[in-house]
Nanobody, 125 residues
């Protein structure tokens, strides 16, 4: 059973918006520190945003003030609202969960235990 399943990716023009969703297979996953990462072919996976069980968020500088991470416990779903999209936001986006309630400010892939399979986002200029 896939612990996390992303959806909502697609193609959009620069300046547009998309909302990504990440459905957790079990309620427990959504109570952990959860995050969004992204990866472009040939480059390392990079952290985009995290949210912990207290609702504390952290964003990469490249997306701050444009992206918003949130989660709905009732739906066991993590979201990433992406506004003012730029061509450089083009990537495969992954959701992840860390088996602890606090994210401790980490945006490092090595600190996360469960991963989704990714959803593609393409932003054209």
């Amino acid at each position: 059973q896939v612990p996390l399943l992303e959806s909502g990716g697609g193609s959009v023009q620069a300046g547009g918006s998309l909302r990504l969703s990440c459905a957790a297979a079990a309620y427990g996953y959504i109570t952990y520190c959860t995050a969004w990462f992204r990866q472009v072919p040939g480059k390392a996976r990079e952290g985009v945003a995290t949210i912990d069980s207290a609702g504390t968020t952290r964003y990469a500088d490249s997306v701050n003030a444009r992206f918003t991470i949130s989660k709905d416990y009732a739906k066991s779903t993590l979201y990433l609202q992406m506004n003012s999209l730029k061509p450089e936001d083009t990537a495969t986006y992954y959701c992840a969960a860390r088996v602890r309630s606090s994210c401790s400010g980490s945006l490092q892939t090595r600190d996360f235990d469960y991963w989704g399979q990714g959803t593609q986002v393409t932003v054209s200029s």
